[in-house]
């Protein structure tokens, strides 16, 4: 890891992140919206995590609780959850092959649906229908092209 | 801000992690709850909101650009066109509302024979709907216009349609709506056919509302359509809301409720219409000229929302009209 990086990656992706978050999509393609924020997040995380832990997903995810108009707090807990089990199976996860990597981030999102599903009820508020429950599939799709975008931005290209 | 200070191997037993995670755990549920419950924070956190305005522009961006992209790439033709259709409806309206403006003439005559309240002349303020996703769960709109161009908090947001719902918070250059549709929001509306009162809460969903507590006894049928009755002070009288499905009886078996089609295109991507200048008739002497046409007003007016209270905060709407339907539902098994 004596390679030179691209300091400027890592806030260009999670603003690209939460800015995906809001572009409008058709209505039939919304559920299925991947939880960017959150897979980039996770690279960064498995990646860096000298710059990106606890703190960071938290303050993150309080400002895309202001951007999405969410309950403020909620994105914040989730962040906070994925990215403190994820610093946990850090150094296993790193060395897992791409499609492992990706499996994990799977279950990790679908974990991330039901945290949030918990907090919608003790607080009664209203529930995302089922069709929602897609959107870990994709993001587990997306994990490994994400992966390669990421790493070929952040690590600097030689001769 | 290092966040991860030990050695690259994570230990298993990191005790200060698991208390760092509690930290947070508990602050965020702090904030949620908070937030959840109105009051100060939701305040504060509509003077934040300024800092994400430049990320909601960024985001509205792509199908701005589309949408002058589109208007750019217009044919000759396909403008000729456009044109002549619209040339048509306008001349379809324009002769509708020729006749409206007899009736609306006629019906000031007459109550002003019967020394009745004049209404204002609708005054409104197009606005543009910021292009943007928001949360999925809660039904709220960005607008492109905000407290500079003179929106406030509270006013009407309505369509061609009807009523959209209301401004929650107004920065500088935008405001958000919270629809008629989010489940925190509740209208007092009343039947156009037989002025028969309800309230209207939101289903949560961009196409459904619901019409709770409605008396077995009430001249309520499917089909029939529902107007703000003007209580409440939040909304004038005479907004379509939307049309009554076919009513069953609710959990307590002593009323019946019913979902509610919205009149107005809930969806994102149009202009729509802010309301200027309304300003909610004083609480004190007469409320019931709010309720123009409803015959029975006083009667009514007990088991309507009081004046001035219900939607005006809208997380905070459902308890007064609940209150008498609750306690008979207590009191039935």
């Known amino acids: ?159 | 801000m290092p966040s991860h200070a030990g050695p690259p191997a994570a230990r298993p037993g990191d005790v200060a992690g698991v208390l760092r995670l509690l930290v947070y755990l508990v602050l965020a549920v702090v904030l949620m709850v908070l937030d959840h419950r109105g009051g100060w924070l939701r305040t504060a956190r509509a003077q934040v909101e300024v800092a994400v305005q430049p990320l909601w522009w960024l985001a509205g961006l792509p199908s701005r650009l589309g949408t002058s992209m589109r208007e750019d790439a217009a044919t000759r033709a396909q403008l000729a066109r456009d044109n002549h259709v619209l040339r048509n409806a306008l001349l379809v309206s324009g002769a509708r509302n020729a006749r409206l403006q007899a009736a609306a003439a006629e019906n000031e005559r007459l109550r002003a024979l019967l020394g009745g309240v004049e209404r204002r002349r609708l005054d409104v303020q197009l606005a543009g709907i910021l292009d943007i996703d928001l949360d999925p769960t809660r039904q709220r709109l960005v607008l492109d216009a905000g407290a500079r161009e003179g929106v406030q908090v509270g006013q009407a947001v309505i369509d061609a349609g009807g009523l959209m719902g209301q401004v929650i918070a107004a920065t500088p250059t935008t405001a958000t709506v919270l629809l008629i549709t989010d489940p925190d929001h509740a209208v007092p509306a009343m039947v156009a056919r037989t002025g028969v009162r309800l309230m209207v809460y939101g289903g949560g969903r961009a196409d459904l509302l619901h019409a709770t507590d409605v008396p077995l006894s009430a001249d309520v049928r499917a089909g029939d359509v529902l107007l703000t009755s003007g209580l409440g002070g939040r909304f004038p009288a005479g907004f379509a809301i939307g049309t009554l499905g076919p009513l069953r009886p609710d959990d307590s078996r002593a009323f019946l409720e019913a979902d509610v089609a919205p009149a107005a295109q809930l969806d994102r991507g149009r202009d729509v219409l802010l309301l200027r200048g309304y300003k909610p008739p004083a609480v004190s002497p007469a409320p019931c000229a709010a309720g123009v046409a409803t015959p029975g007003c006083a009667p009514a007016a007990a088991s309507a929302p009081p004046a001035g209270t219900t939607v005006a905060t809208p997380a905070s709407a459902s308890p007064m009209p609940a209150a008498t339907p609750t306690a008979t539902r207590e009191a039935t098994p």
């Open chain 1, 1 to 159: 890891m004596s390679r030179s990086r691209n300091g400027w990656v890592l806030p260009v992706s999670l603003l690209f992140a939460l800015l995906l978050g809001l572009v409008p999509m058709p209505a039939l393609l919304q559920p299925v919206r991947p939880y960017w924020l959150a897979l980039v997040l996770a690279y960064w995380v498995l990646e860096e995590p000298d710059k990106v832990g606890l703190g960071v997903a938290f303050l993150l995810g309080l400002v895309a609780d202001l951007a999405f108009g969410a309950l403020l707090g909620e994105q914040a807990m989730r962040l906070a959850i994925m990215v403190f089990i994820l610093d946990r199976f850090r150094a296993r996860l790193r060395f897992f092959p791409v499609s492992q990597q990706a499996a994990a981030i799977g279950v990790l999102l679908v974990n991330d649906r039901v945290v949030g599903i918990g907090i919608h009820l003790v607080l009664g508020a209203v529930q995302l229908p089922w069709t929602y429950w897609l959107a870990p599939v994709l993001g587990m799709v997306l994990w490994a092209p994400l992966h390669l975008v990421l790493d070929s931005l952040r690590l600097k290209r030689r001769g």
